[in-house]
Structures are given as structure tokens and as C-alpha cells.
């Protein structure tokens, strides 16, 4: 097995190109590439990597974990975070054994002596130092990710004829024992494209961050599960770390974006496109629930918002968005008509704001030309998914939201998902009420489960 024609198209016409390198002990027999962007992570990453050296040594040994350290240049970045970096590059330089800086603190450890006997293979991407900066306009998480993947496409071992595994991961998030040979087992007997794997934030640290990152979860998992509901093959989380890809997939759909949020739904929404998403549910990771204030959205921002008291946190989307969704999937998923004022008029008596989203977004032009370009009416329904992708969908129900289906209180909307779903929640809400944080809890393990 040589490097195939489609990575190396993408290598050469799409690749972050060669202003950055990995650095590392050795690239031999790697079929596996963790990449970490980290941007002032020093009291985190680590935690990080010494999850990760608890895996399997048959997988380490060939599994390369790369460090995208990562800012903008100094004069558009806080003094403190390039400082952070650069001590975070100095302790991954020790631990290659490429500085034999003094770092007692560090090197005493029982956190550096697990990841050091552990055979765990380290690389760093150095894009922090003075002239290895990420472009201001592009600074951010997405295009780190991009660095390491794109990079990760050249250290594969490509003479060992198995499927080359991207993981994507954040310096915060802790993964379980399993996490690589769950992953690699997954990916060989499925022969999936991509997968997101099971998720579960952290505990937090005090009462008010709990009852945010708790809230927060629960919104996550009420929307996939309303989309599952429905029927939408778009029904997955889309959360950074929980991301594997293979290579050949990330080459086919261009790599990485480099957005500054929302990298990851975007990512996977492309991916979905050309061969589905897999569910990985015999293996955790573990996000972090910390606040945050790098990101415009996402679960940091929320966290904060939550605390500061600023927004309605306890309320969801209407269920009857996804009752609307539901009949709009299930009738064009079976349509037979070629006329779109047709399928419109339909559309209007299903909801009238879901004409109105239709047509603003050109419903009428968009069929008319996938309909000429399909053979057979199995063609014009792919076409039609493909059209009406994650971020469509995600657009009509935030449309349905602001136009006729009102947010609903959190827990009266959990109960109706439910009962859509011919189940009901483990505890007994008043609706309009707030449970104790204990059941909320409860409710929101519940979900954990049926949502795998």
C-alpha cells in the first residue's frame, strides 16, 4: 500500500503547506494520529496525555499524539497565553528528549513518570514561536486542528495496509483505557468514513458550574435526539473531540476548515455527506466543563452565561419543530412530485414558516436543477439529503423557533420528546419548575443512555 492518488492531490493543492513541521522521536509504523491543538493548556494538556498513555501498548506503539501548540502573533495575543506556550513547548521538548532543560517540578511528578513509561509517542507542532505564528485572521481553534491533520497526513505508515485513523482531541478532554483500541476495532470491522464517539463532560468544580455544564448537556442531547426523532441523518453530536476520521475521507472532503468556532459541525457536516457518521458507544471521552471566554459559542461560553445569570438557560426547542421536521423528511424522502410550487404548498400546510424557510433559501431554483441532474427518483432523494444537510436543518428549526414554535421550559419539553419517543424521563417534573440538581443529574444520565 503506497499513498493514495486523493491524499496526495490534497497534499499538494490543499495542505496547510510546510511553514510547520512535526517534531518528534520517530514517524516509523504510525497508523494512528491524535491531534491536540493547545493554546496556554500547560496545567491541562498534560492530564491529557497521561489518559492517553494508559491505553493498550499494542496501540500506542502506533499511535502518534500531536501537539498543535498554538497563537497568534504577539501583539494580537495576551502576554500570559504565549508564555504558557512556550513553557508548554519546553516540557514536550523534554519529553521527546530533544531539551534537557531543568523542569523539576514537572519531572518529579508521578504525571510525567506515567506518560514517560508508558511508551506513549509524543510529537509537538510548534505554531507559537516568533515567526511560526498563525496568521491573525485565521488564529483560532479550527486552524490549528487543520495543522495537525494536514501534517498527520504525511506521518502515516502507509506501507501497512489498514485504514489511517485521524482522532481528533482537545488539551482539556480526558479519554478512557479503551479509547484507541475501541476506536481502531470500530473502524476496521465497520469500514466507516467517520465517527463520533460517546461523550460525557467532566464534573466541575463548584455547585453553580455543575447545574451550567448539566444544562448545558441536556440542550446538547434533546437536539440529537429530537433530530433522531425525526428521522434526520444528521442526528449526531458534533463536538470536537469526540471526532475519528479516516484519511481517505478527510483528503475527499478538504480537510479541516479554519474556523474560529463551530470547526467541528461543519467538519462533520461535510463528512456525513460521503459516507455517513458511525456511533462509537464502548468508549467515553471525557470533555472539560471549565468556563471560557475564547470561543463566541460552545460549551465554555455557556458555562459562563449560565453563571452570570444573563440568558433563559432553562428552556429548549419546541418539540413540535421536530414534529414539522418529521413530516417534511418523511414526505420528500417519498415524493413524487416534480413541481416545486407543488411541494411547497404541501410545505405550507405542514407549517406555514416552513414554506417561508423554503423559499428564502430557494427551494423552487434548488429542485428544479436536482431533479435535471438525477437519473432516477433514489438519485434526486440523495440529492435532496445533501441539500438539505446538518446546518439546513439546524437553520429550520432555529426558523420554526422564531417564527410560530416557541421555546418550551426544559423539562415540559424533555417530557413531550419522550413521549414522542414512546419512553419517559426517570423523575416526575412540575412543568414550568426547576428540579434539584440531583435529579436534573439523574435526568440527564438517563439521556446519556438512550442516547447512545
Not at 518529579?108 to 505564528?133: H, K, T
Not at 421555546?407 to 426517570?426: C, H, I, R, S, Y
Request: glycine residues 8%; contains cysteine.
Amino acid at each position: 500500500m503506497t499513498i493514495s492518488g486523493n491524499i496526495d492531490k490534497y497534499l499538494t493543492n490543499y495542505s496547510v503547506g510546510g511553514r510547520w513541521n512535526i517534531i518528534s522521536e520517530s514517524l516509523d509504523g504510525i497508523d494512528n494520529v491524535v491531534v491536540i491543538p493547545a493554546l496556554a493548556e500547560s496545567g491541562h494538556i498534560f492530564k491529557t496525555l497521561a489518559g492517553l498513555s494508559k491505553n493498550p501498548r499494542a496501540e500506542l506503539s502506533r499511535t502518534l499524539v500531536v501537539c498543535v501548540i498554538n497563537n497568534a502573533d504577539a501583539g494580537n495575543m495576551p502576554a500570559d497565553e504565549f508564555t504558557d506556550n512556550q513553557y508548554t513547548l519546553k516540557i514536550l521538548r523534554c519529553l521527546i528528549g530533544d531539551d534537557e532543560g531543568d523542569l523539576p517540578n514537572f519531572w518529579q511528578s508521578e504525571l510525567f513518570d506515567g506518560i514517560r513509561q508508558s511508551g506513549l509517542r509524543i510529537a509537538y507542532v510548534d505554531a507559537s514561536s516568533p515567526g511560526l505564528e498563525m496568521p491573525v485572521r485565521t488564529a483560532g481553534v479550527g486552524f490549528a486542528r487543520k495543522i495537525g491533520l494536514d501534517l498527520a497526513l504525511g506521518a502515516f505508515d502507509y506501507e501497512n495496509d489498514c485504514p489511517k485513523l485521524l482522532f481528533s482531541l482537545d488539551a482539556d478532554t480526558l479519554v478512557e483505557r479503551n479509547y484507541l483500541s475501541v476506536v481502531r476495532n470500530s473502524f476496521e470491522k465497520e469500514k466507516a468514513t467517520t465517527s463520533v464517539i460517546a461523550f460525557a463532560h467532566q464534573d466541575a468544580d463548584s455547585a453553580d458550574e455543575q447545574a451550567a455544564i448539566c444544562c448545558y448537556e441536556i440542550f446538547l442531547r434533546y437536539y440529537v435526539l429530537g433530530l433522531r426523532v425525526a428521522g434526520s441523518p444528521y442526528a449526531f453530536h458534533s463536538i470536537g473531540s469526540t471526532m475519528v476520521c479516516a484519511a481517505e475521507g478527510y483528503a475527499a472532503v478538504r480537510g479541516m476548515n479554519k474556523r474560529r468556532a463551530g470547526e467541528d459541525f461543519y467538519f462533520l457536516d461535510k463528512l456525513a455527506k460521503i459516507g455517513g457518521m458511525g456511533r462509537i458507544n464502548t468508549t467515553t471521552v471525557h470533555p472539560s466543563s471549565r468556563p471560557s471566554h475564547r470561543v463566541p459559542f460552545g460549551t465554555g461560553k455557556r458555562i459562563i452565561r449560565f453563571t452570570e445569570g444573563k440568558g433563559s438557560e432553562y428552556t429548549l426547542y419546541n418539540p413540535r419543530s421536530f414534529a414539522v421536521l418529521k413530516e417534511w423528511l418523511e414526505y420528500m424522502s417519498s415524493c413524487r412530485d416534480m413541481d416545486p410550487e407543488t411541494i411547497l404548498a404541501r410545505a405550507r400546510d405542514m407549517h406555514p414558516s416552513l414554506d417561508v424557510f423554503l423559499r428564502v433559501n430557494h427551494f423552487g431554483e434548488t429542485w428544479r436543477r436536482l431533479a435535471e441532474n438525477s437519473g432516477d427518483m433514489a438519485h434526486l432523494c440523495t440529492h435532496f439529503s445533501l441539500w438539505f444537510d446538518g446546518f439546513k436543518t439546524f437553520k429550520l428549526i432555529r426558523h420554526l423557533t422564531n417564527n410560530g414554535l416557541s421555546p418550551v421550559d426544559m423539562f415540559t419539553a424533555l417530557k413531550q420528546l419522550m413521549e414522542m419517543m414512546g419512553k419517559e424521563l426517570p423523575v416526575e417534573v412540575n412543568p414550568g419548575s426547576v428540579p434539584p440538581l440531583q435529579d436534573q443529574m439523574e435526568i440527564l444520565d438517563y439521556l446519556r443512555k438512550i442516547d447512545r
